[in-house]
């Protein structure tokens, strides 16, 4: 959701739009109240209905709507109903050139208007000075305010890139934490690292952006020494909240920095696999976090210790069905009521791809909404960040629940052979 302010100044700024156009409108239809106060050679052709004053004011009056009727949109009212395009880059920009020749506009005619009424500047004899004040107090400051209000509603809905909080409101908001798991819906795709977990023996698991934990409660009921880490302080509390939560250690930190997973259970040092489970891995954008991400899993792994995890196909372009028509979802929540959610693409600009949830509360009726980029990378580049990082490439595999879509990851720490060189991987994919 837009935050108010913005959307309170958009509608400022179309409010006075249309009442701009529907002043050009009256006198395009011929109306002549208020005529005097324009004043110059405008009047007067108004008062003769020049042809073309009428086609030009029918022209001012279209643009004005234009302008005015975008001020909400680019702030990003009806978002849930309009294209997502709507909202983009070209039309934003659009949008501040509008909203800065308003304000140069009006400003300098203001300006211009209060110095003449001041005395500073001389008007010419034959001067309209009743159209002038009007100008001055009425007509040029209305141009300037509209175009105050639409630029202040852009800037304050302005993207902020990098600033963007670390962890997307889908999982740091409480109550857009709290119906995660209830949107998700089944978890088949958990099925693939339970079997790894069984198929590689491995008893500790550090389960990198665990998020609601749901995978990390799984194999705690397993028996497994699991630790979970999340930044998302709202969606630990989920967590901790399941069944087998409390044999789990919940950390609560980035995994571009690093971690420290303490002690096993069982007196073993070194984690024997690392998770990063529900595209984890697509979430760190820049190649250093990444790296970063790499490093804390290498870290935590006891030596020749596992990593698993999975990113998207690029080339299966999933982004395509993320809209409301295919993504729509409803849910009922114990005790929070029915919520619906659907996605929309903010973004392609690969390989980042941004997207906006929206999630509406039946309860109360609030819409809360959550913008999230993820880098998307190919099999090849995820290949050779591992590498970088000290891991040998033990397999690809395809994600069983998401045939063709996915690939699954599972690389080892690399342990160099006694006497050998510090460098160089396998790739037994
Ligand atoms: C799509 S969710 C997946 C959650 C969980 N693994 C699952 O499968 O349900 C992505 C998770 O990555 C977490 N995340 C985001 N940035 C992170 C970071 N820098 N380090 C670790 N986790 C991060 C988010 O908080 C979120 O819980």
Same mark, same amino acid.
């Given at each position: 959701m837009p935050p108010r302010r913005a959307v309170a100044l958009a509608l400022v700024a179309a409010a006075l739009g249309v009442g701009h156009a529907l002043f050009s409108a009256y006198w395009a239809l011929g109306g002549t109240a208020?005529?005097?106060?324009?004043?110059?050679s405008l009047e007067e052709a108004g008062r003769d209905r020049d042809p073309d004053l009428i086609a030009g004011l029918w022209v001012v009056v279209v643009v004005k709507l234009v302008v005015a009727v975008a001020a909400p949109i680019l702030v990003g009212v009806g978002a849930a109903t309009l294209p997502a395009w709507a909202r983009s880059r070209v039309p934003r920009l659009l949008g501040w050139v509008a909203a800065v020749v308003l304000v140069v506009y009006g400003g300098v005619l203001t300006l211009v208007g209060l110095l003449i009424q001041a005395g500073v500047i001389e008007a010419a004899d034959d001067a309209d000075h009743r159209a002038i004040a009007w100008h001055a107090y009425f007509w040029d400051p209305w141009f300037l305010l509209w175009g105050l209000a639409f630029a202040a509603g852009l800037w304050l809905t302005r993207p902020r890139g990098t600033e963007a909080?670390?962890?997307?409101a889908i999982f740091a908001e409480p109550r857009l934490a709290a119906v995660y798991d209830a949107l998700d819906?089944?978890?088949?795709?958990l099925d693939v690292y339970t079997a790894l977990v069984d198929e590689l023996g491995a008893r500790s698991v550090l389960d990198i952006g665990?998020? +609601? /934990?749901t995978f990390a409660c799984l194999l705690a009921r397993r028996g497994t020494d699991v630790i979970g880490l999340d930044p998302a302080e709202a969606s630990l509390n989920v967590a901790r909240r399941k069944p087998g939560a409390d044999r789990v250690r919940w950390l609560a930190g980035d995994a571009s920095a690093p971690v420290?997973?303490?002690?096993r259970a069982d007196g073993g +040092? /070194?984690?024997d696999l690392v998770t990063m489970i529900g595209n984890v891995a697509q979430v760190f954008l820049a190649d250093e976090d990444w790296a970063a991400a790499l490093a804390t899993a290498s870290a935590a792994l006891r030596p020749g210790g596992w990593l698993a995890f999975e990113v998207r196909d690029p080339a299966r372009q999933a982004w395509r069905g993320w809209d409301r028509a295919h993504a729509y979802r409803r849910a009922h929540v114990p005790g929070v009521g029915d919520v619906e959610a659907w996605p929309e693409v903010t973004d392609v600009r690969l390989p980042l791809v941004s997207f906006r949830w929206t999630v509406v509360f039946a309860a109360d009726g609030v819409s809360l909404t959550s913008e999230s980029t993820l880098r998307l990378r190919s099999r090849d580049e995820v290949a050779a960040s591992l590498g970088a990082a000290g891991f040998a490439l033990h397999e690809v595999r395809g994600a069983p629940d998401r045939p063709g879509a996915e690939f699954v990851f599972l690389a080892h720490r690399w342990v160099p052979p006694p006497g050998a060189a510090e460098e160089g991987t396998s790739d037994d994919a």
């Open positions: 208020m005529l005097d106060t324009i004043g110059g909080p670390v962890v997307d819906g089944d978890r088949d795709d665990c998020g +609601t /934990g420290a997973t303490g002690p +040092t /070194g984690i």
